[in-house]
Nanobody, 115 residues
Framework: QVQLVESGGGLVQAGGSLRLSCAAS????????MGWYRQVPGKQRELVAV???????TYADSVKGRFTISRDNAKNTVYLQTNSLKPEDTAVYYC?????????WGQGTQVTVSS
């Protein structure tokens, strides 16, 4: 079993930045994919960015050039640096981990961007 603890969300003005963190514990070896999804009320949860154990990254088109995902395998932690934030980035951001055949989700951290 894997437990995920997210931090770093908050309220920021348009154009600002936040750094989100997600630390994995428990059976935290062989975390093949780590990343972030986001969701707003009434909409489907959508992929923001993911990174493999080998460092390969994938980003949603809407965040390319503004967000950067990274991971520290020694700390079992994934980060999302969000720059040039826009009001449409407002959402609950969920940490995502895939370990072999299992998928795990964090409880979410709120990001609110004011105009």
């Amino acid at each position: 079993q894997v437990q995920l603890v997210e931090s770093g969300g908050g309220l920021v003005q348009a154009g600002g930045s936040l750094r989100l963190s997600c630390a994995a514990s428990g059976s935290a070896d062989s975390l093949n994919v780590m990343g972030w999804y986001r969701q707003v009320p009434g909409k489907q949860r959508e992929l923001v960015a993911v990174i493999t154990s080998g460092g390969t990254t994938t980003y949603a088109d809407s965040v390319k050039g503004r967000f950067t995902i990274s991971r520290d395998n020694a700390k079992n932690t994934v980060y999302l640096q969000t720059n040039s934030l826009k009001p449409e980035d407002t959402a609950v951001y969920y940490c995502y981990v895939r370990r072999t055949i299992s998928v795990y989700w964090g409880q979410g951290t709120q990001v609110t961007v004011s105009s």
